[in-house]
């Protein structure tokens, strides 16, 4: 059982970045998945969140309208999809799921999930 986030890399500010979650070894598609971010020297931050059912979702206030979750329950993954991106967004950007309900924490901050966690995929945010 495995979950692996994948996309990350090195784009200019106003770039933009599609970062991938898939799962190996169990189906994500019961599952809410939140994408959580932490940089150099600072906590973790929620980003966002789909729930189950509904592709219910739920973002941080500063990648509201620049950032997008989606399931591709086809592939077994879940995306975000990052557009003009800005120096601040640059972290180490993991991905989570629940435990198993299908939603989001109440409060919508992938933070609290409890699920499984991946490994991060570095985003870096540079000119």
């Known amino acids: 059982v495995q979950l692996q986030a994948s996309g990350g890399g090195l784009v200019q500010p106003g770039g933009s970045l599609r970062l991938s979650c898939e799962a190996s070894g169990f189906a994500l598609d019961p599952y809410a998945v939140g994408w959580v971010r932490q940089a150099p020297g600072k906590g973790r931050e929620g980003v966002a969140c789909i729930s189950k059912s509904f592709g219910i979702t739920y973002y941080k206030d500063s990648v509201e309208g620049r950032f997008t979750i989606s399931r591709d329950n086809a592939e077994n993954s879940v995306h975000l999809q990052m557009n003009s991106l800005k120096p601040e967004d640059a972290a180490v950007y993991y991905c989570?799921?629940?435990?198993?309900?299908?939603?989001?924490?109440?409060?919508?901050?992938?933070?609290?999930?409890?699920?499984?966690w991946g490994q991060g995929t570095q985003v870096t945010v540079s000119s």
């Open positions: 989570a799921t629940d435990s198993g309900w299908g939603s989001c924490p109440p409060s919508g901050s992938p933070l609290e999930l409890t699920g499984y």
